[in-house]
């Protein structure tokens, strides 16, 4: 099963930057995930099973992230938090929309993810934390 990693860089009000890696380290995406309480995303630090299945909302095939106690975990494009209920935004750069972070380019970064991991029908996710956290 082929292994990919989210590495968070920072955790603002604004959301959880990080970057996704291939299992050998190769950077593939940014990521953005929604924070909540405590400035924390739903997905904490650990490995996780991911399943094909369609995004309904989105109209194409993506991964459901298997987190305990939740239901429609997902990766799939987004530029802002605010696109995001606690799953796995996907793009290609960090960005600021008048002034408010984010990331850009989301369908290209999207895409290369889906190149490397879409044949696969499960695929297992590591999260971790490098992260400095603000208030």
């Given at each position: 099963?082929?292994?990919?990693?989210?590495?968070?860089?920072?955790i603002i009000?604004?959301?959880a930057f990080?970057?996704m890696?291939?299992e050998?380290?190769r950077p593939?995406?940014?990521?953005?995930?929604r924070?909540?309480?405590?400035?924390?995303?739903?997905i904490t630090?650990?490995?996780?099973?991911?399943?094909?299945r369609?995004?309904?909302?989105?109209?194409?095939?993506?991964?459901?992230?298997?987190?305990?106690g939740h239901t429609?975990i997902?990766?799939?494009r987004a530029?802002?938090?605010t696109q995001?209920?606690?799953?796995?935004?996907i793009a290609m750069?960090?960005t600021?929309?008048?002034?408010i972070p984010?990331?850009a380019?989301a369908?290209h970064g999207?895409?290369?993810?889906w190149?490397v991991?879409?044949k696969?029908n499960?695929?297992?996710?590591?999260v971790?934390?490098?992260?400095?956290i603000?208030?």
């Amino acid at each position: 099963m082929k292994l990919v990693h989210v590495v968070r860089a920072t955790i603002i009000g604004a959301g959880a930057f990080g970057v996704m890696l291939e299992e050998s380290g190769r950077p593939i995406a940014v990521t953005l995930e929604r924070t909540f309480t405590d400035n924390q995303p739903i997905i904490t630090p650990g490995v996780y099973r991911c399943v094909k299945r369609m995004f309904n909302r989105g109209g194409y095939e993506t991964f459901g992230i298997m987190v305990d106690g939740h239901t429609d975990i997902l990766f799939h494009r987004a530029n802002l938090e605010t696109q995001l209920e606690g799953c796995i935004g996907i793009a290609m750069s960090f960005t600021l929309f008048n002034d408010i972070p984010g990331i850009a380019d989301a369908k290209h970064g999207f895409s290369k993810f889906w190149d490397v991991y879409g044949k696969e029908n499960e695929i297992q996710l590591d999260v971790a934390n490098f992260a400095l956290i603000a208030a």
